[in-house]
């Protein structure tokens, strides 16, 4: 069965900082990896998402993540943070479940705290 | 853009009441979710459906079940609703079309009295 882990339960950085958020993933088969942000009282919005190919893939709001085979990482990146941008982040997992239909398997989700 | 639409955003019921928690997509997605969110353990499947009147049992169905009679509505239902229920639930639909993602609606925070 796959499973996401997300080391950190909470980050702080402050705004015009870089960022990285951790995710590691358990797999068998070729992943398809996302990152979803959720912001206080709403749903999840997909920041992006990996299905092969470049390795390195862009999404909204300036991230960025890395698909690292080796390392079963899938990290999240922004080069430079803005106070809008706290929230909590989830990683999640796709894996098949019927033809065309896929279910996810989310992390525990970091909560990213931006001080000014 | 995909609209997914729960119907309340926040609900209270007491112990013992049977519960509907309502969500429907405009976008004629093939497949809905139902997940509920809790503290420290992430988003957790309940069920799922991949077409109307299909139904798939996820990784914490006990005390759910739900209904899919029309494709763009789903609903959830917690037939005894009791304490370790109250959760934020959310639903969320997918094409049926290769790699695409799911699309989650705002989601309905419950709290079982």
């Known amino acids: 069965a796959q499973s996401v882990t997300q080391p950190d339960i909470h980050i702080t950085v402050s705004e015009g900082a870089s960022l990285e958020l951790r995710c590691n993933y358990s797999?068998?088969?070729?992943?398809?990896l996302f990152w979803y942000v959720q912001s206080p009282g709403q749903g999840l919005q997909l920041l992006l998402k990996?299905?092969?190919?470049?390795?390195l893939v862009q999404g909204i709001k300036g991230f960025e993540a890395e698909f690292k085979r080796s390392q079963s990482s899938f990290n999240l990146r922004k080069p430079s943070v803005h106070w809008s941008d706290a929230a909590e982040y989830f990683c999640?997992?796709?894996?098949?479940?019927?033809?065309?239909?896929?279910?996810?398997?989310f992390g525990t989700g970091t909560r990213l705290q931006v001080t000014l | 853009d995909v609209k997914v639409t729960q119907s309340s955003r926040y609900l209270v019921k007491r112990t013992g009441e049977k519960v509907f928690l309502e969500c429907v997509q405009d976008m004629d997605h093939e497949n809905m979710f139902w997940y509920r969110q809790d503290p420290g353990l992430g988003l957790r499947l309940i069920y799922f459906?991949?077409?109307?009147?299909?139904?798939e049992k996820g990784d914490i169905p006990e005390g759910y079940s739900v209904s899919r009679e029309k494709k763009e509505r789903f609903s959830l239902i917690l037939e005894s609703a009791s304490t370790n229920q109250t959760s934020m639930y959310l639903c969320?639909?997918?094409?049926?079309?290769?790699?695409?993602?799911?699309?989650f609606g705002d989601g309905t925070r419950l709290s079982i009295l």
């Open positions: 797999y068998g088969a070729t992943p398809y």
């Open positions: 990996y299905f092969s190919g470049d390795t």
């Open positions: 999640a997992v796709g894996a098949s479940l019927t033809g065309t239909a896929s279910k996810l398997t």
């Open positions: 459906s991949y077409d109307v009147k299909m139904k």
């Open positions: 969320a639909s997918l094409p049926a079309t290769l790699r695409q993602p799911q699309h």
